[in-house]
C-alpha cells in the first residue's frame, strides 16, 4: 500500500504524526518539506520518512494530506501539477478556510478532495477532525479518510459550509485562553500562580470532563453549581453583565471572517 504524504511538515503535521504513532499507527507517513531541520525533527519524534524533493514524495502518495499555510496551498499544488508525476486521486487539505471548488481548479478535476480541520490535540490522540467531502468521493476512500483521523480522536462528517464555524469554536486555544485568563484573574484575588493554574484547570477541564460523562445536561449543572446567593452564582452573573457570551461571539465572528479571507486567496 501507498504512503500517506505530508506536503508541509509544520506544527499539525507534527502533531498528526505524533498522535498517530502514539496511537499505534504503523503505515507509512512520508513528509516532504523545503526547510530539512523540520524533517529531522519530525524524524526523530515520529518515525516519519524524509523526502527532499516534491516529484518523489507524489510518487510515494497513496493520499496526498496539503498541510501548508493557507495562503501557500496554491503554489503548492501549481508545483504538484508542474512536477511531471500524476496525483494521487484521494488529496486531503488541512488549509482553513481554502473551499474545495478552488482546490480542484488548483489541481485539476481528476483529484477527489477531502477538507479536514484536526485539532492540535490530535497529538496525543484526543483530537476532534472535523470533515467534509467533495462529491464524487468513493464510500471506501470516505471511510479510509474517517480510518486514518480516526486514530487521533473522534472525526465529526460536516458539509463544507460549516466548517469555518467549527474550525473558529474546536480550537484548543479556547480552552488555553481561558486558563491563562481566570488563572490570571485567581492570582490577582490571592492566590500563588500554582495554586491559580491548578484552580483554574480544575474548574474547566474537570468540570467539562464530568459534564462528558455525567450524561446530564449542561443546563441543569450550571443550575446545580449556581445556588442563588452563591460564589458561583454571583461569578457568572458578573461575568455575563460584563459581556462574556458577547465576547465570545465576536472571537467566533472573527475566526470565521479570517476563514472567509483565506478563501479569497
Known sequence: MKATVFLGGGHITGALAAGLRLAGYDGEIVVYDRHPEKL????????????????????????LVIAVRPGSVREMLEEVAACGVTAPRLCVSLAAGIPLRKLRAWLGPR????????????????????????????????????????????????????????????????????????AKAAQAAGLDRATALTAAAHALSDGILYWRESGQALTDLLREAATPGGIAAATMSAMDASGYARVVGNGIRAGVRQARLNARR
Not at 40 to 63: F, N, T
Not at 124 to 141: D, Q
Open 111 to 182: 483529484v477527489r478532495w477531502v477538507r479536514a480541520m484536526p485539532s492540535p490535540v490530535c497529538r496525543i490522540a484526543r483530537g476532534l477532525t472535523p470533515v467534509s467531502f467533495a462529491r464524487g468521493v468513493t464510500k471506501n476512500e470516505r471511510a479510509r479518510v474517517r480510518q486514518f483521523f480516526a486514530c487521533v480522536g473522534p472525526v465529526l462528517d460536516l458539509p463544507e459550509r460549516q466548517l469555518d464555524a467549527i474550525t473558529a469554536a474546536h480550537s484548543p486555544t479556547h480552552g488555553y485562553h481561558a486558563l491563562a485568563t481566570l
Open 40 to 63: 529531522r525533527a519530525l524524524r526523530r519524534e515520529s518515525r516519519v520518512e524524509m523526502v527532499r524533493d516534491l516529484k518523489s514524495a507524489v510518487e510515494r502518495a497513496g493520499m
